[in-house]
Structures are given as structure tokens and as C-alpha cells.
């Protein structure tokens, strides 16, 4: 999430959201990829009496149950990967937030799944943004994000869902933020 401040203009505030293509997303899709065929695999060359995997041995396997259950291991697996490769192309969750003094608007902007919501789309006065808010969660499920909070509606995330941002990171961009809209700064 790199500050990207549009041309010599200081007056807007551009922030770039990594959405699903990012590089643990597509190694998963590759190893969940590699286990899925080998699985299906093994349980083909047990239903047809013959090795399709050459570097693994399978005589002693019966289809019922194990070839039967490695093979649906596999289909299960393969549906999985098609799943995590089709948000990858698609980058589900990818987009910006946008702060613009000179048209006195914020702007959310996601990508999401095909369909008739495809994309969100948030525009909000920056006169109706109350304050800037930061939760920091530690434990076995940390949470580290940024919300806005707007007059009339619930606290709106604007960081990116995966890996939790940096402290020092998150506390920076909170305070400039902070800064850049004149509000104040809640949770720090």
C-alpha cells in the first residue's frame, strides 16, 4: 500500500490496495495444484491397474477404498485450485483509496467476484468523515487495520485483507491521514 501522490498535486492522496494476486496466493495455487493431480493420479492408476505416476509405485493399492478416496481427494482438490486460481486472475479484492481536497471526496474502489457487484465503489464528502480510526488486535488472529469513520455509516475498512501492515507502517499512515482530512485520530 504505497502513497502515490498524483502528479505535483498535494492535495490528493492516492493509496494503492493489493488485492488476491499476491505471491502466497499463487504458490499455494501451484502446491495445491501439484497435491490435487498427484492424488488423482494415485487413484486413476489403482482403478485402471496401471502406474500413471512413474516415480510412485502403486501395486498394493486397491480402488475400494483407497483408490476411491484418493481420487476424490483429488477432484476435491482440483475444484479448490480452480477456485484460488480464478480469484488470482480476477485479483478479488484489489483497488484504491482515494482523498482528494480539491473535490472535497473520498473514494473507496474494490474489485470484487463476476457478477452484478463486480465492483464497490464508496464515494463519501470529506466534510462527512468523522474521524480516523486504527484497531490493533494481537494474538493468534492479529488484526491490524484502519477505518474511516462517516457521519450515518458503520466504520469503513480501507487496508487491505491479508498479511497484518507493519505497527510503525500503520501507525504513520494513520497519522497522516489523520493530517491530510483534519480529523482526529482514535485507537493509538
Do not use: C
Not at 25 to 37: D, E, L, M, P, S
Not at 151 to 159: A, E, M
Request: glycine share 10%.
Amino acid at each position: 500500500m504505497a502513497t502515490e501522490i498524483s502528479g505535483n498535486d498535494t492535495n490528493i492522496l492516492h493509496y494503492k490496495i493489493v488485492g488476491s494476486r499476491r505471491f502466497s496466493n499463487i504458490f499455494f495455487g501451484v502446491i495445491v495444484a501439484i497435491g490435487a493431480i498427484g492424488f488423482l493420479l494415485a487413484g486413476l492408476s489403482s482403478y485402471l491397474h496401471t502406474p500413471l505416476l512413474p516415480m510412485i509405485p502403486t501395486p498394493d493399492l486397491q480402488f475400494v477404498p483407497q483408490g476411491l478416496a484418493l481420487t476424490g481427494y483429488g477432484a476435491a482438490g482440483i475444484l479448490l485450485d480452480i477456485y484460488l486460481w480464478a480469484i488470482v486472475v480476477l485479483d478479488v479484492g484489489s483497488g484504491f483509496n482515494e482523498f482528494n481536497q480539491n473535490s472535497q471526496k473520498a473514494r473507496i474502489f474494490r474489485l470484487g467476484y463476476p457478477g452484478k457487484n463486480r465492483k464497490i465503489d464508496f464515494e463519501y464528502d470529506l466534510k462527512d468523515i468523522q474521524a480516523i480510526r486504527v484497531e490493533i488486535r494481537n494474538g493468534l488472529n492479529p488484526k491490524r487495520a484502519l477505518y474511516i469513520r462517516v457521519k450515518g455509516k458503520n466504520d469503513i475498512p480501507i487496508t487491505q485483507v491479508g498479511q497484518p501492515m507493519a505497527l510503525s507502517k500503520l501507525e504513520d499512515r494513520a497519522a497522516e491521514l489523520a493530517k491530510f482530512l483534519g480529523v482526529p485520530l482514535e485507537g493509538l
